[in-house]
């Protein structure tokens, strides 16, 4: 695949003629703290080497117009008229033009090339990837003002309006936020953060892509919000202090929860403890104990898996082949669930013949190739010219 800073940088020349401010923004993985996010727990990603790039200049009228370097296409509209596309993908730029305008922002007509290294579908968050590469060059050359936990927001927001999904805020707070050599733990509740120094020599950070992604995906997504909402105010009936799970105890779960609806209870009982994990999980990483972080990571998988039930057949096959190598200290899946990645910590040492195994026994068991991803943490969103 070309460079896509270089593509979009030639193709903006050659189109426009002018000079573009270069944008990347990185998208993500997440190393342990899953569906905690819109619980309002606790979440431990990291921006990775893989990013979404705009190229984008401002023009004298109010028209937008938007190219996809890799599809060859464009689309225009009216920062006046600002309308949605059939297309699909203008959308993921036009979401953000349409939520700056929601809170007064003057902005104008402008020039943007699109493209970008984060797999679709593989549980990166290619789309918060776009979303924070627009706000922020939009940020830029209509000097707007907003800090970085406004941008968040900000595209979170467009995510949840126009996407329709109600995630999180990790993925947008994760490409911004993003620190070389750190993980971000993330306090989703008071959106609190720190750094945590995640540089594990002789370790990488590998990403087992599944090549699937199940239809269940988005709309069980908000069936698991929908679960771990009830499950809220069932528990608020003896202890109004619970706002969210976030607040909950293992045993308020078990004293609450245990005689209701079966999937009330796994639901809120995983994320509970999933909470609690991520905490004990930092203190593995403070103390260097890689091993036991990655049992974690094990621990965190077969939740998603059996009480959260989001994992699927494909997933659960990998993660099953990263228990036989003695290389791999952790894995699980990752990301909304019902396909994508599976997300792993390989010995360098031996990563070649790892990737090898995994890749055949995939292919012998369910006859589907398999992408590998290498990734390294990197800087969140960020101008590159």
């Not at 609450?256 to 079966?262: D, F, G, K, N, V």
Request: aromatic share 8%; proline share 2%.
């Amino acid at each position: 695949m070309r460079d896509p800073q270089h593509l979009v940088k030639s193709i903006f020349l050659k189109t426009f003629n002018e000079e573009p401010l270069i944008v990347r923004s990185p998208g993500r993985v997440n190393l342990i703290g899953e569906h905690t996010d819109y619980n309002m727990g606790f979440v431990l990603p990291a921006a990775i080497n893989k990013a979404a790039y705009i190229a984008i200049k401002e023009r004298e009228d109010d028209t937008i117009f938007i190219v996809a370097a890799d599809l060859e296409e464009s689309f225009s509209t009216t920062v006046s008229h600002c309308n949605y596309s059939d297309k699909g993908w203008p959308n993921y730029v036009i979401c953000i033009v349409e939520q700056l305008l929601k809170i007064n922002k003057k902005i104008g007509g402008f020039n943007a090339v699109i493209s970008g290294d984060v797999p679709l579908g593989a549980g990166m968050s290619s789309s918060a990837a776009l979303e924070c590469a627009t706000v922020f060059a939009l940020d830029h050359i209509f000097e707007l003002g907003l800090d970085k936990m406004q941008m968040v927001k900000l595209a979170q927001k467009a995510e949840n309006e126009f996407v329709g999904v109600n995630c999180g805020i990790m993925d947008q707070f994760a490409s911004v936020f993003g620190k070389k050599g750190h993980v971000v733990k993330l306090d989703c509740r008071s959106l609190e953060y720190e750094y945590v120094p995640f540089e594990l020599e002789g370790i990488k950070i590998v990403l087992f892509d599944s090549m699937v992604k199940h239809s269940l995906a988005s709309s069980e997504y908000n069936v698991r919000t929908s679960q771990c909402g009830e499950g809220v105010s069932i528990i608020q009936q003896k202890y109004p202090d619970v706002k969210t799970l976030r607040d909950a105890t293992i045993a308020m779960v078990e004293e609450c929860l245990a005689t209701e609806s079966t999937d009330i209870y796994h639901r809120c009982k995983y994320v509970v403890e999933e909470n609690n994990r991520l905490l004990a999980a930092c203190e593995d990483l403070s103390q260097n104990k890689i091993e036991d972080f990655g049992q974690k990571m094990y621990e965190t998988h077969a939740g998603l898996s059996e009480l959260y039930e989001v994992s699927c057949p494909e997933l659960d096959f990998i993660v099953s082949c990263t228990k036989k190598e003695e290389n791999i200290l952790g894995a699980r899946m990752m990301g909304g669930g019902f396909g994508g990645c599976v997300i792993t910590l390989v010995k360098e040492d031996d990563l070649d013949n790892v990737v090898k195994r995994i890749k055949d026994a995939y292919w012998n068991k369910m006859n589907i190739g398999m992408n590998v991803y290498i990734t390294q943490i990197e800087n969140g969103t960020h101008i590159v010219n």
